[in-house]
């Protein structure tokens, strides 16, 4: 493993240089403000149509049209959702100055091969390992969240320390960089949101919600115990891993964690993983996702009204709303 610290990185190939984010979302956001304030000078691509328009020159930020904004610019970072990077990019490619480096915070759109890199451009990932929100306070903090860096396209021989002169700028420099490719950030970040974050985490809590309450509990009580304590855990793991859950909570608790836990997540589960990365890597997945969004995405449309639509929800919300510390 190559991990980079502050240490490790030249700034000096930054100075002076501008640097143009497209997308000012919550990535976009979080990189744009934590690298003006370590001394770059960023322009913000948006359309003045939309929303971040406004938002961003509020911010102080020097706002243009994505066509305009690329000119000049040594780093041009596309921040906006996977789903419209591609088109994005066809459209500004030929205001993008020659030497310039293209910076993604996902590699989707390179390793799906939604997007072909101009042969003289860099291509480069900066990926934090965590939410833009999260980006920005841990940066105004004086600290940082970890990064990933990779290198797809080196048509300059400095893609990597321009890279990591970026990943110094957002702070991702403080808390480390480690050294991967555009391959094995996509396919591992696909997988932990659809086998365990996402997918197998809400899949687990509405599955031992349905259990509890065909079992005659009430449903509040399920919802505590399934949803509502699930973050205590969480804080714990991401704490001090394993050994710290399991120092703070009780003797039963980790005996039925032990024996139990097994019993859920069996050898069935993990071939059901397995499958799941089977179709990341071959591109099943990236390609039905791909068609999804070109028809419009009456799929996506369904399944999410299925999901908000489930009684966990109802129930949630009603009592959250009791709970006046939480931001709902």
């Not at 030497?99 to 003289?120: E, M, T, V, W």
């Not at 990597?160 to 094995?184: C, D, Q």
């Amino acid at each position: 493993m190559q991990m980079y610290s502050e240490s490790d990185v030249d700034t000096i190939c930054l100075e002076g240089r501008q640097i143009t984010i497209l997308g000012f979302g919550s990535q976009g956001r979080a990189h744009a403000l934590n690298l003006k304030d370590s001394g770059h000078n960023v322009v913000i691509g948006a359309r003045a149509s939309g929303g971040s328009f406004s938002k961003a020159e509020a911010d102080g930020f020097v706002v243009k049209e994505p066509g305009e904004a690329v000119k000049g610019a040594a780093i041009v970072a596309i921040l906006t959702p996977d789903t419209s990077q591609s088109g994005l990019y066809a459209s500004v490619l030929e205001n993008i100055d020659q030497g310039a480096a293209l910076l993604f915070a996902h590699g989707f759109n390179i390793h799906y091969k939604q997007i072909s890199p101009r042969s003289d451009l860099d291509a480069v990932l900066i990926a934090p390992k965590g939410p833009g929100d999260l980006v920005r306070r841990q940066y105004e903090e004086g600290h940082g969240v970890p990064c990933l860096v990779a290198v797809a396209q080196d048509a300059t021989g400095n893609a990597l320390k321009l890279a990591l002169a970026y990943s110094h700028g957002i702070g991702g420099a403080r808390a480390g960089v480690i050294e991967t490719t555009f391959a094995e950030e996509t396919e591992t970040d696909l997988f932990g949101e659809q086998a365990v974050l996402c997918g197998g985490a809400t899949e687990l809590v509405v599955a031992g919600y349905e259990t509890l309450v065909k079992a005659g509990y009430q449903p509040e009580v399920a919802y505590y115990e399934v949803m509502h304590e699930l973050k205590l855990i969480v804080d714990l793991l991401h704490e001090g891993g394993i050994r710290k859950m399991h120092e703070f909570i009780s003797e039963t608790a980790a005996w039925g964690d032990m024996i139990s836990g097994p019993r859920v997540i069996d050898d069935h589960v993990r071939g059901k993983m397995q499958e799941v990365l089977n179709d990341i890597q071959d591109g099943t997945f990236a390609n039905r996702w791909i068609e999804e969004n070109k028809a419009g995405q009456p799929e996506y449309q369904r399944l999410m009204k299925a999901d908000l639509d489930h009684p966990i929800e109802e129930v949630g919300a009603r009592l959250r709303s009791k709970m006046d510390w939480l931001e709902n």
